[in-house]
């Protein structure tokens, strides 16, 4: 069947951004109220995982395109809920970094993403799985991960927190040894940070991969084995000025599945959430997996 796009169906986050006192419905009425055949609903969160459960249940109803209401992690949420229904994902960004928003051109400005709503376009990207779990911005181990368990611990939110934490974890952190099987190369190495991305960037415009398509079937891998200072400043200048693969301070390959083993623990991320922890890990695409809609300015 057909998805209808005509009916949208917000899944809300109340506690994303630093905005406590964002008006989403006098926003789409403003916005959508007036649209004749247009249908939408607002449905909030109230647990971790909510998110995933209403984005299920608005699929089975026959809304067209749900829309994520929150960051990254929200945005996960209601990925996750929506594979295998047909229904689009939409992205209403409010978070602190919005990763996959900025990569798939969807404005910042609330009222600016909700027109993007009137005549959706909708591309289907691919999604990465890490041990099973899908992702659809980037996943990683080592430090982002560390970073990312920290940052959830910290109490409050926005770049401001994330710069402090990761600063004040920089001096505590150590590399891990790991095994990496890629392209049927066997890789033994030190692993401060790995990441996986489906996306060309974590969020507020930090390019971990800058070359990443989010369309191609692949995964772009970025290997950091070590970060003393010298390199430390290096990669900061790198993510944000988008030549991290030229820079000579990390390691790039690209690959439809790849594993990684180590003789302890390694914390990992999905879109900036910590996930968890494993000695054995794989990561896979899945080529066109979730309809999307994205912005005008979208290339890929």
Same mark, same amino acid.
């Given at each position: 069947m057909t998805p209808n796009y005509s009916r949208l169906c917000f899944i809300f986050n109340p506690i994303s951004g630093t905005n406590r006192r964002f008006d989403l419905r006098g926003l789409l009425h403003r @916005?959508?109220?007036?649209?004749?055949?247009?249908?939408?609903?607002?449905r909030p969160t109230e647990y971790a995982g909510h998110a995933e459960e209403l984005a299920r249940s608005a699929a089975t109803e026959g809304f067209g395109v749900v829309v994520a209401v929150g960051g990254d992690g929200t945005v996960n949420e209601v990925g996750r809920g929506l594979l295998g229904t047909g229904a689009a994902m939409g992205v209403l960004p409010r978070g602190s970094g919005n990763g996959l928003a900025r990569h798939l051109g969807i404005p910042l400005t609330p009222a600016a993403a909700v027109d993007l709503l009137r005549k959706p376009r909708v591309l289907p990207i691919d999604v990465g799985r890490l041990n099973g779990k899908p992702f659809f911005c980037t996943a990683g181990l080592g430090f982002d991960a560390h970073v990312s368990r920290c940052f959830a611990e910290a109490g409050t939110r926005g770049l401001a927190t994330y710069v402090r934490v990761a600063l004040r974890e920089y001096g505590r952190y150590q590399a891990t040894p790991i095994d990496i099987e890629v392209n049927n190369q066997h890789i033994s190495t030190d692993c401060?940070?790995?990441?996986?991305?489906?996306?060309a960037q974590y969020g507020n415009?930090?390019?971990?991969?800058?070359?990443?398509?989010?369309?191609?079937?692949?995964?772009?891998?970025?290997?950091?084995?070590? $970060?003393?200072?010298?390199?430390? $400043?290096?990669?900061?200048? %790198?993510?944000?000025? %988008?030549?991290?693969?030229?820079? %000579?301070?990390?390691?790039?390959?690209?690959? @439809?599945?790849?594993?990684?083993?180590s003789k302890q623990p390694l %914390?990992?991320?999905?879109d900036g959430d910590f996930a968890g922890e494993a000695t054995n890990i794989a990561v896979v695409i899945e080529p066109l997996a979730l309809p999307v809609v994205v912005g005008t300015s979208f290339k890929q």
């Open positions: @916005q959508l109220g007036s649209i004749s055949g247009l249908h939408y609903e607002v401060y940070v790995l990441a996986f991305a489906n996306a415009n930090a390019y971990i991969a800058p070359l990443a398509n989010i369309r191609d079937g692949l995964l772009d891998l970025c290997l950091i084995d070590q $970060m003393p200072l010298s390199r430390a $400043m290096r990669v900061a200048y %790198g993510l944000a000025a %988008g030549d991290l693969p030229t820079s %000579g301070a990390a390691t790039y390959h690209t690959a @439809q599945t790849v594993r990684v083993s %914390g990992f991320h999905l």
